[in-house]
């Protein structure tokens, strides 16, 4: 199983980025998937997750109205379109995915995980 983000970079506040993760050796219409992000010095937290189907998901508070994640079955890959960027969101962002089609928040939920994708906002 390989999870890859991609799209990462550095833009300034108020920019846009969209991070993209390609999942090989699953299927992610059998999966949640998860994206969370961890800066300097702090834990890794959720940002964002969808059930199975792409019927429901859920966004953290801090991102809601910023960030939203979709996924394409058909190409096995999940998306974080992330606008209004702030510094604050400066951080390595992984994607994860667990085989539930329940969207948990907790990363020891999740079975496996990317290598991450480093995201840098100026001010």
């Known amino acids: 199983v390989q999870l890859v983000e991609s799209g990462g970079g550095l833009v300034q506040a108020g920019g846009s980025l969209r991070l993209s993760c390609a999942a090989s050796?699953?299927?992610?219409?059998?999966?949640?998937m998860g994206w969370f992000r961890q800066a300097p010095g702090k834990g890794r937290e959720f940002v964002a997750g969808?059930?199975?189907?792409?019927?429901?998901?859920n966004v953290a508070d801090y991102v809601k109205g910023r960030f939203t994640i979709s996924r394409d079955n058909a190409k096995n890959t999940v998306f974080l379109q992330m606008n209004s960027l702030k510094p604050e969101d400066t951080a390595v962002y992984y994607c994860?995915?667990?085989?539930?089609?329940?969207?948990?928040?907790?990363?020891?939920?999740?079975?496996?995980w990317g290598q991450g994708t480093q995201v840098t906002v100026s001010s």
């Open positions: 969808i059930n199975w189907s792409g019927s429901t998901t």
């Open positions: 050796g699953l299927t992610v219409s059998s999966y949640t």
């Open positions: 994860a995915a667990v085989p539930s089609p329940v969207i948990f928040t907790t990363v020891r939920r999740y079975n496996y």
